[in-house]
């Protein structure tokens, strides 16, 4: 299977309310995940099943995203993805039951996830950043191959 | 600095001369890197200096790249990127004396680079793949922050 891992974009600093939880996307957060989106279903870049983290700026990320998919797309809101996430947790809380599988998080779990799932790598993961792993079969610790690494400003 | 490793592009099965050393760029795969040339440009993803392996493959794609390059750029081929190369001799036989090193080489060499300067990653490194790595200072085993890893399919 194919598992894709993104950072969500770029956030207000503070939220309404005061709370991180609520912070959004900014209005230049918002049209870079759409050019993003745009320019993954120009390459056949899809999705069959998002999941993101329950936090807004994750949510408004995934649900941009859904809103651009041109094929059929399950969506799921999974309290595991909430910053703190890590590989072990997301293997036993999340079901891959689907051949092309988005999961929207948060630094530095992003990175640590990939890390975890491909080996041990140093990276960045940057703000609307796009991971591609491929595994044989279900998603293990260790047995993933990472496919492409995409910072946003090279859909620019 | 930051340091781009980079595969050439796809081949022809079989040279003239019937050596693997002498093997050409195909048509289709010096359009592929001529295109990813440019993007590179338009991003401004530019190169201080080259080093590419001497096998012919690689040294077509090195001269794509300074063909197209819109700032001044060094070029050497050098001998240790020849296949069989690793993170270590790689090390230990090239000066980094510039800010950003492009180094244009094989598989399965480029992923073991990676994998030994980033952690330990699985990867797939496609033809005419590009990875960027960032280092502290000098480039050191286990030291590099993968940045980014692009399949040429991103730049379609």
Not at 3 to 11: F, M, S, T, V
Not at 46 to 59: E, G, N, Q, W
Not at 82 to 90: D, F, S, V, Y
Request: proline share 3%.
């Amino acid at each position: 299977m194919n598992l894709y891992l993104i950072r969500h974009g770029k956030a207000e600093v503070k939220s309404e309310s005061g709370r991180d939880f609520d912070r959004e996307l900014t209005a230049k957060g918002k049209r870079k995940i759409e050019s993003i989106a745009l320019r993954l279903n120009d390459l056949g870049i899809t999705f069959d099943k998002i999941y993101s983290s329950p936090l807004v700026r994750a949510k408004q990320t995934a649900e941009i995203f859904l809103h651009h998919m041109i094929n059929e797309c399950d969506f799921e809101i999974n309290n595991t993805l909430a910053a703190g996430c890590n590989a072990k947790t997301l293997l036993e809380n999340i079901l891959f039951e689907h051949e092309k599988v988005a999961l929207i998080g948060h630094e530095p779990d992003m990175s640590q996830i990939l890390s975890d799932l491909c080996g041990a790598v140093n990276l960045q993961f940057k703000k609307g950043g796009i991971a591609k792993i491929v595994f044989e079969g279900e998603p293990r610790i260790g047995a993933g191959i990472l496919e492409f690494l995409i910072t946003p400003k090279i859909f620019k």
